[in-house]
């Protein structure tokens, strides 16, 4: 089946269009230039403000003109992986989706469902002459994922709607009222180089093959962080022989946990075997630990050719000591929702710039205080290990409004449309919208959408048959907005 013959029609196609228009975060332009043809063609109001975000505003249809104003809420970028083997510019090559089965799927890279199938949603609204609604405005916001620029520089009097519908949400059948806050924490090892002795044996260590994943959403999934593999088994050689870190690269984005990592090391010749044996009892260690989340991990170790330095051995084995110490993962679950992740981490990338080990980390938490306390928590490992950090500002989270006139719409129209109710929860991924909260503390917010799974990794999936439930549940409660006051 091709894309063009999925239900609903209008949304896949404008999804298909949208896979079209390159969108790394913070470099929307594509994407806003897009947004400003296509409010242009169909004669509807469009505003870009000086950081960015679109808004399109659509009369009400007829019938329609008293009810309150609705702000359909989504972001502009997507975030940019690949997998290692796949040739992509992200900043001038389409997405490919493809079906594969019940799923959308893309070849070799994330698909941008999230959140094009947001942006999708709103122009097929906004296009159509037959959806009942009432005034309505879609804001489309810039550079979500990396910094949440747009939703952190928006003026106060952009946005002038009562409701908003956030079109961020990857669970189909769960309403989101709240989610967590969050901040980067990143950190800046200098070092010394030193020459590779020549009777030394260089080697190239890859882990590979992880799932990755949001670092939010799929945190408490058990998943492994290339980043922590691959550093645990390069200080077990580093406590062994003598050992020459030459360099490493693991990781990308900071929303993303790590799939793949790898590092270029020189040992004695004369322990060569024994690195390779020390390899096949770590990898079957870990693929113990990992026999369920992580199926596909694969660590190689291939000969290369002598690098001329590497790191001074000692401040080499002190910056792997503290990567070691940098706390990974799920730090606290809610002590008032169960099963709910309150507070986690992630070692999100390594790279050599410059001279420097550059390590980002990011943390969420939906409470603020926790949220600086395992800031703190990562910083002193990186303190300890001589390292120069800096931790964000960060952003906020949304607290829960469980008597949210909005929520009360979506779930009896999902009742009524489905005949079941909806699960109704926060989310430990961020949201803008605690940030709108800031400028705009009376909107009354939901979020939903339809499922998607491997966001932010080259796994990346939606399905299908959700879209449809998904746009048939949002019609339902276009239709049902409340009159003005």
Request: charged share 30%; hydrophobic share 40%; glycine share 8%.
């Amino acid at each position: 089946m091709e894309i063009k013959e999925l239900k609903p029609i209008e949304v896949f196609h404008y999804f298909s269009e949208i896979c079209k228009v390159p969108r790394p975060s913070k470099k929307e332009e594509k994407m806003i230039a897009f947004l400003k043809a296509f409010g242009k063609e169909h004669g509807l109001a469009t505003t870009v403000d000086e950081v960015g975000n679109v808004k399109i505003d659509a009369p009400a249809t007829k019938g329609m003109e008293n009810r309150k104003k609705i702000i359909l809420q989504c972001h502009e970028d997507m975030v940019c992986e690949k997998n290692a083997d796949v040739k992509h510019d992200f900043s001038k090559d389409p997405i490919e989706p493809y079906v594969d089965g019940e799923w959308l799927r893309a070849k070799g890279t994330t698909l941008g469902a999230d959140d094009g199938i947001g942006i999708a949603t709103c122009l097929a609204i906004l296009a159509s002459k037959d959806v009942e609604h009432g005034p309505i405005e879609c804001v489309f916001t810039r550079d979500e994922e990396t910094g949440m620029t747009g939703a952190f520089g928006m003026k106060a009097d952009f946005m002038d709607g009562d409701i908003l519908i956030n079109l961020d949400s990857e669970d189909e059948g769960e309403m989101f009222i709240g989610c967590a806050g969050g901040a980067s924490t990143e950190a800046d090892f200098k070092y010394k180089v030193v020459p590779v002795p020549e009777d030394f044996y260089s080697f190239k260590v890859e882990v590979k093959g992880l799932n990755g994943g949001h670092s939010g959403d799929d945190i408490n999934k058990g998943r492994a962080n290339a980043n922590k593999l691959l550093v645990r088994f390069l200080l077990k050689l580093a406590d062994k022989y003598p050992f020459y870190l030459c360099s490493i690269d693991g990781g990308g984005l900071h929303n993303a946990i790590p799939r793949e990592a790898h590092a270029v090391c020189a040992v004695p010749t004369a322990v060569k075997e024994h690195v390779r044996a020390d390899l096949n009892i770590y990898i079957a260690e870990v693929e113990r630990e990992f026999a369920v989340t992580e199926k596909g991990l694969a660590m190689d170790l291939n000969t290369v050719r002598r690098p001329k330095e590497a790191i001074d051995p000692r401040a080499g084995k002190k910056i792997l000591r503290s990567l070691y110490a940098v706390f990974n993962g799920v730090y606290a679950m809610s002590q008032s929702i169960p099963g709910f992740v309150e507070t986690s981490t992630n070692l999100a990338s390594i790279k050599m710039i410059d001279g420097k080990i550059h390590v980002v980390t990011s943390q969420r938490s939906s409470i603020e205080s926790q949220c600086a306390d395992v800031s703190e928590t990562v910083r002193s490992a990186f303190l300890l290990g001589g390292a120069k950090v800096v931790t964000g500002d960060g952003y906020p989270g949304w607290e829960p409004n469980p008597n949210s006139e909005i929520l009360k719409i979506v779930v009896e129209s999902y009742k009524n449309i489905f005949g079941r109710e909806p699960k109704v929860r926060a989310i430990h991924a961020g949201l803008e919208c605690g940030l709108f909260l800031k400028s705009y503390p009376k909107l009354d917010m939901v979020s939903f959408g339809p499922t998607m799974r491997g966001v932010h990794s080259p796994d990346e999936r939606l399905e299908i048959k959700t879209v449809d439930m998904f746009w048939k549940h949002l019609m339902d409660v276009l239709k049902n907005i409340p009159v003005k006051d």
